[in-house]
């Protein structure tokens, strides 16, 4: 139901951005990115409303990522921009369980297979 794309190799300070296409009971949701460094837990990244109104930020990325929607499209992105080595992890889509949007404790529970983010230094 999520599928993501554009992840890659890149060097400290460029940019990437990555999509999820949503499909089935993920449409129409609150989204999310989260990532997973290898030896590190999955962490929380960045959320968006079901309108696209309202954003959140983990305060490591805030800044320098911007998360964004195109419902007609049904797809989120993620805008990452000035990569530090740190960004290295794989990258994740989430939907919310509901339509209801509470920001980082949304409950997200709809996940898709990850997309790697490498930046070397």
């Known amino acids: 139901q999520l599928v993501e794309s554009g992840g890659g190799l890149v060097q400290a300070g460029d940019s990437l951005r990555l999509s999820c296409t949503a499909s089935?009971?993920?449409?129409?949701?609150?989204m999310g990115w989260f990532r997973q460094a290898p030896g590190r837990e999955r962490e929380f990244v960045a959320a968006?409303?079901?309108?696209?109104?309202?954003?959140d930020y983990a305060v490591s990325v805030k800044g320098r990522f911007t998360i964004s929607r195109d419902n007609a499209k049904n797809t989120v992105y993620l805008q990452m921009n000035a990569l530090k080595p740190e960004d290295t992890a794989v990258y994740y889509c989430?939907?919310?369980?509901?339509?209801?949007?509470?920001?980082?404790?949304?409950?997200?529970?709809?996940w898709g297979q990850g997309t790697q983010v490498t930046v070397s230094s």
């Open positions: 089935g009971g993920a449409l129409g949701k609150p």
């Open positions: 989430a939907a919310a369980r509901s339509t209801y949007y509470f920001g980082t404790a949304t409950n997200f529970a709809s």
């Open positions: 968006i409303s079901r309108s696209g109104g309202t954003t």
